[in-house]
């Protein structure tokens, strides 16, 4: 009789970890890309660019993932673009994600202080070098906790990717079940596999986010230190 534990420590169930592991930050990466992007089209002045980024955002954010992963694989080769299946799903999760990771960036960039913008102006820095050293530094210790949410969505948003044919973690224990009837058995190895990565990805999230409070906590100590310094020189 196969055991759960038979399932979870099979080859098969190995290699559709990866699979989904792959899937996810493949997708979460791009989309971050893209949200940036995003994100910057709406701060910009031009008002058409503007409005393709709302409009990109409301098109993504306003219908299911499910359906344009569906819409992708399907669609797609008949206008003579034919892609994988995981490459398929890869787009199709990106180009969701980046909808609601440019929401979360703009949030993070209207969050760093326009006073940061004017004083890296005033030391001769072009918009390109204080966006890269200023602004996006800062914008990312605010965005990360959400970002951590949306990565950790993400991993159970890609077993939608089974519709598709991707070889995942759900997929698989779909098709072991089919074959001998123990759903109880490949799902909960499934299960088992799902937990494992979300946990993991939450602990490397809290470290990180501890990392940014210690950098922020000696930046600021150390600005303290500069300013007593320069008061007792006057002095």
């Known amino acids: 009789m196969t055991t759960i534990f038979d399932y979870v420590f099979s080859a098969s169930f190995f290699e559709a970890a990866w699979v989904t592991l792959y899937l996810t930050i493949v997708s979460m990466a791009l989309g971050i890309v893209g949200g940036l992007l995003l994100a910057l089209m709406k701060a910009g002045r031009v008002a058409p660019v503007r409005w393709v980024a709302d409009f990109y955002i409301w098109l993504f954010r306003g219908t299911p993932v499910l359906l344009q992963l569906i819409f992708v694989f399907n669609v797609l080769p008949t206008m003579g673009l034919t892609l994988s299946a995981i490459t398929c799903a890869i787009l199709a999760l990106s180009l969701n994600e980046a909808a ?125 230190t500069e300013r007593a310094k320069t008061l007792e020189g006057v002095a």
């Open 100 to 224: 609601y990771m440019a929401e979360i960036i703009r949030g993070g960039l209207l969050g760093v202080d326009k006073g940061q913008r004017v004083a890296s102006h005033m030391l001769g820095l072009t918009p390109v070098q204080s966006l890269r050293y200023v602004i996006l530094p800062q914008t990312a210790r605010l965005i990360l906790p959400p970002t951590g949410n949306q990565l950790i969505g993400m991993l159970k948003t890609s077993a939608l990717a089974s519709v598709v044919a991707v070889s995942d973690l759900l997929l698989t224990a779909q098709r072991q079940a089919a074959g001998n009837f123990d759903y109880i058995g490949s799902l909960t190895a499934a299960a088992i596999y799902y937990l494992i990565l979300t946990t993991a990805f939450t602990f490397l999230l809290r470290q990180c986010e501890r990392r940014l409070d210690i950098d922020v906590r000696s930046s600021k100590r150390r600005r303290k």
